[in-house]
């Protein structure tokens, strides 16, 4: 696409046209995707396990499809591939973090993790991918984005064993499938935030012996001095999605507050 043109798409709407899918998009930055992108012209499918969560996203952004979706419940996600027409865009957003060493972790929470961090993700793109393909021999522009994280994938941390592990297969996941199928237009990419201010965060700080002192410790580890927001996440989630990112694939993309200098 020439720049002129590229110009004029974007002053449309970066995702005009996309069909995108969010798993986990009831709240934190699933959530914030899911507006963002709707906000750039997108059709947004956003699922989450949360009815409840999810139908106040739609009370913000009225044109969202809702779609309950358990990602860990196999058939649950057959069936919704089977009803929803092909996607331009896959957002794989749901994931949990087990707080622990390998000495806390017993298989019921490496299996857990496991099942709704990577095998998740398995499930949605095995589902979606064949109506992604067949829509990106003539669009070629096919993307796939999977959530991971800096945290012990990247760089070690203490206390995230079994997330970290999790992670870290989500990235050699995202360069398989990269591989796989860049030749037939489709794109994947994973998306490596540094520690971000979200429900789910808050909920382990609060769980902390000393929640204060535990939100030091987070705000201290990143170099540039805060937290990040979900407003700084979200951009870069359009910027995969959209033809800007259109020769890149196969990549880790780390918006991480210079945690990983």
Known sequence: METRALVKTMKQGRLQGKRILITAAAQGIGRASALACAQEGATVIATDVNQELLQDLASLWPGIELATLDVCDGNQVIQLASRTEPLDVLFNCAGMVHNGSVLDCSDADWDRSFDLNVKGMHRMIRAFLPGMLARSRVTRSGCIINMASMASSIKGFPNRYAYGASKAAVIGMTKAIAADFVAQGLRCNSLCPGTVDTPSL????????????????????????????????????????????????????????????
């Open 202 to 261: 808050r909920g382990r700080i609060a769980s902390a012996p000393d929640p204060v002192e535990a939100e030091k410790n987070f705000i201290a580890r990143q170099p540039i001095g805060r937290l990040a927001t979900v407003d700084d996440i979200t951009p870069m989630v359009v910027f995969l999605a959209s033809d800007e990112s259109r020769f890149i694939t196969g990549q880790n993309l780390l918006v991480d507050g210079g945690v990983t200098i």
